[in-house]
């Protein structure tokens, strides 16, 4: 961190703000300039509060040099994270795709979908059964019943599941049916939520919140990492923005940026970015051709009669010309995606 003071800043000042800095354990280097001193706070206060110094009498500036977020940072780990499970390993060179309805329905509906987007070479299977709604007059999901059915057709069918968790007295019962555990957009910042999610060992996929900065977003990684849980997924869901036609604007240059600050796996979620079905295949290219490792995206073999998102599910058809075409993409950036 570097304290540059005013112009020409009274000494007693200065002191005033080195002793400031020393009784929060820096070490300082100052620097006199013809104009400004500068003070280098050397340190690792990754929990300091800039703006306490930047209110101090005659303090013109203060500039954090490393990332208030530091487990989650390149900087802390080079490697990329991988995560292994059974068989299947998220961050690698292979692309990953979790597919699956919005919500679980019924048995049935669960059934053919897990069938066929297995065919199409689908790995995990999404289905919320604690659904987060907008209205409390909307559809809220079938609960454990929902989660019976889902692992049933993942086994059935050699799939992975994925599926919400958005309270933390659900953690065990969504535990003991997923494989892994998905933090929505509202919940991103639910700290008590993430909190405990520390305190699993099933790895996490933690979406970006609405309105969230890459920044707020990795500081709510690091509260999954400091509890022991290093197996976590990020997943760019679209932000909001201004622009009204499609439900949200889905950050894509938040992969390649993700990729530079951060070791940990990044996915896209093209169906809540957009909103529309039609808007959802070139968003998932557009993913793989920016370097995400996956992509959650959703599916339904009668999208008209969904209780949920109908209108940004894929048919089943389409998503197995999206797999199709995210192979050859996945070629393109040195990644291959399974059949
Ligand atoms: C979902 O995946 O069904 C979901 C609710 O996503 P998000 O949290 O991104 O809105
Ligand atoms: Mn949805």
Known sequence: MVVVMEPKAAEDKIQNVIQH????????HRSD????T????IGDKTGIDTRQLEVLDGVHEVIRISEPYKLASRSFKKENTKISMNGLEIGGDEIIVAAGPCSIESEEQIDIIARSVKASGAKILRGGAFKPRTSPYSFQGLGEEGLRYMRAAAD???LFVITEVIDV???EIVCRYADILQVGARNMQNFTLIGELGKIRQPVMLKRGMSATIEEWLMASEYILKGGNESIILCERGIRTFENYTRNTLDISAVPVIKKLSHLPIFTDPSHGTGI?????????????AGAD???VEVHH???HAKSDGAQSLYPEQFDQMMKELRIIGRAVGKYLDS
């Open 21 to 28: 800095l020393k009784d929060l354990g820096f070490e300082i």
């Open 302 to 304: 009668d999208p008209e």
């Open 33 to 36: 300039g013809v104009t400004h």
């Open 169 to 171: 007295s659900h953690i």
């Open 38 to 41: 500068i003070l280098g706070a």
């Open 277 to 289: 079905r039609d808007k959802v295949i070139p968003m998932a290219r557009a993913s793989i051709a």
């Open 156 to 158: 059935k069918y050699g």
């Open 294 to 296: 996956g992509i959650i």
